[in-house]
């Protein structure tokens, strides 16, 4: 079992920067791929990014390619998303996941096993 919980959101202005920290406990955190996703009001979850075990592999959505990087701190089990030149379209819940994984893998956008509970992010423009 896998707690996940996530801090550093808030309401920044468009063109601003935020970093997402997202905090797992329980299981080896280090065998984990971890992912972040989010939902936007009325819209359906989508995908973020993610990266893997070894921190080697990291994928992003298209959308958010250059201006958001994923990282992870072993030591500290703990994985960011630092987010720059924020869109009012960026506005959404943005949720931290989990899933046990190998060394270089990416698992699909579906297969995640834990989530946390959320940070919310607005951007005004």
């Known amino acids: 079992q896998v707690q996940l919980v996530e801090s550093g959101g808030g309401l920044v202005q468009a063109g601003g920067s935020l970093r997402l920290s997202c905090a797992a406990s329980?299981?080896?955190?280090?065998?984990?791929?971890m992912g972040w996703f989010r939902q936007a009001p009325g819209k359906e979850r989508k995908f973020v990014a993610a990266?893997?075990?070894?921190?080697?592999?990291?994928s992003y959505a298209d959308s958010m390619k250059g201006r958001f990087t994923i990282s992870r701190d072993s030591a500290k089990n703990t994985v960011y998303l630092q987010m720059n030149s924020l869109k009012p379209e960026d506005t959404a819940v943005y949720y931290c996941?989990?899933?046990?994984?190998?060394?270089?893998?990416?698992?699909?956008?579906?297969?995640?096993?834990?989530w946390g509970q959320g940070t919310q992010v607005t951007v005004s423009s």
């Open positions: 996941a989990a899933r046990s994984a190998g060394w270089n893998y990416i698992p699909p956008n579906s297969s995640y096993d834990y």
């Open positions: 329980g299981r080896t955190f280090s065998s984990y791929a």
């Open positions: 990266i893997s075990w070894s921190g080697g592999s990291t």
